[in-house]
């Protein structure tokens, strides 16, 4: 598009670095760094919401940064999100704040089966307890004592209802600085130990939920008063119910597939949104299917000619992130499989599936409407 992009990561590692004009590899505490990166940019967004809030206030106060940090301190603690949607009238599960491990007996007033979170630094499905019935109790109650002495600083933690959703749905919603408003198309995720595997787009849901979906998506955003891009989470009930299970400030992974099957991404509608450039189309020109490489897939994938033979007459639009270190569940790139209907996009989704050694069980059946 024609800008010149500054990269500040705390990785020296970090992919994005080597694609940057300015990359800068220093902690996000690190004053000079600070200044220098200020110095560098004229309007500034993050992609991570686990950048200290008082770095993205002190960069606010030199250049526009969006969305606007307040909305990150909303955002970055699970606890104060929820808490802002539900006094906003946005349906979520039922929750309870937990300070102290001892008081987990009480807080499962939100009834079980019920899930406890950290408030801050989680992600991925990492620091999430299951509770399935009251003889789990102790057991969480244990982690949560080890978890408390080995990271003091992370005292809090919330506990939700485990809601028995029909679909996980997402939809991508972008607003601009003037108040223009655009939503991709609603998603459909399947998530494997709280990590996304795949995401079908369309969602394969009734038109009317489509169209719920978004509304309550865009008043989220409208809550916010966010600017930017922001992906909001959310369980379909199997009798229509929507619930928001949580809203990410940033471009998303389930919005990968708008690089290959939207004529304008997430990403380049994120610089169209810093750079005051009209909003970009966020129509679907052709089904697609997301597969998410994690840990060891990149290795099959870059390396066994089966797969690479696969990948090579399937329509497939393969990303590779260059991520040095590979981590089990660490997400190394995706594929993307764009086709005429949504079926084939699922088909060769499933190939590949069954290529890497996932076998065909509930996790990978299509989702179906
Ligand atoms: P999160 O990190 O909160 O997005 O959770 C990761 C995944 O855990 C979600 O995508 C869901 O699959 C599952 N999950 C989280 N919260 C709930 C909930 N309240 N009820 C049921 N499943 C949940």
Redesign the pocket.
């Known amino acids: 598009m024609g800008y010149r992009v500054a990269v500040w990561d705390q990785d020296p590692d970090a992919p994005a670095l080597r694609a940057a004009d300015f990359p800068l590899a220093a902690p996000f505490t690190d004053q000079g760094a600070l200044t220098a990166f200020s110095a560098a940019v004229s309007v500034a967004t993050y992609e991570w919401e686990n950048i200290p809030v008082t770095t993205v206030h002190r960069l606010a106060e030199s250049v526009p940064v969006h969305p606007a940090p307040a909305i990150l301190q909303i955002l970055q603690n699970r606890l104060n999100q929820k808490t802002f949607l539900a006094r906003h009238g946005i349906p979520v599960?039922p929750f309870q704040p937990l300070e102290r491990p001892e008081d987990l007996e009480r807080a499962l007033s939100v009834g079980l089966p019920a899930?406890v979170?950290t408030t801050t630094q989680?992600?991925d499905?990492k620091g999430?307890w299951r509770l399935l019935g009251p003889d789990d109790v102790c057991q969480v109650r244990e982690a949560l004592l080890r978890q408390q002495s080995q990271n003091p600083s992370e005292g809090q933690w919330i506990v939700?209802?485990?809601?028995a959703?029909a679909k996980?749905l997402s939809v991508l919603v972008v607003r601009g600085a003037g108040g223009d408003v655009r939503s991709y198309p609603v998603v459909e995720n399947v998530?494997e130990a709280?990590i996304l595997r795949t995401t079908c787009a369309p969602a394969a849901i009734d038109q009317l939920v489509a169209t719920q979906a978004t509304a309550l998506a865009e008043r989220v955003v409208m809550a916010l008063d966010g600017v930017g891009v922001f992906c909001v989470?959310l369980?379909l009930m199997p009798e229509g119910t929507l619930y928001v299970?949580?809203v990410a400030p940033r471009p998303h992974n389930s919005g990968h597939y708008t690089i290959d099957a939207c004529p304008v991404s997430q990403f380049a509608q994120l610089v169209r949104v810093l750079c005051g450039l009209p909003l970009g189309e966020v129509r679907l020109t052709s089904p697609a299917v997301m597969v998410n490489l994690l840990g060891d897939d990149i290795v099959k994938v870059t390396t066994e000619p089966v797969i690479q033979t696969f990948l090579s007459r399937s329509n497939a639009r393969v990303h590779l992130y260059g991520k040095k270190s590979v981590r089990p569940g660490r997400k190394m790139g995706h594929v993307t499989f764009v086709a005429d209907t949504p079926e084939a996009a699922w088909a060769a989704a499933r190939t590949l599936l069954g290529l890497l050694g996932y076998d065909s069980t509930e996790e990978t059946e299509q989702p179906s409407g």
């Open positions: 599960a899930l979170k989680g992600y499905g999430q939700e209802q485990c809601l959703f996980e998530h709280g989470e369980f299970n949580e």
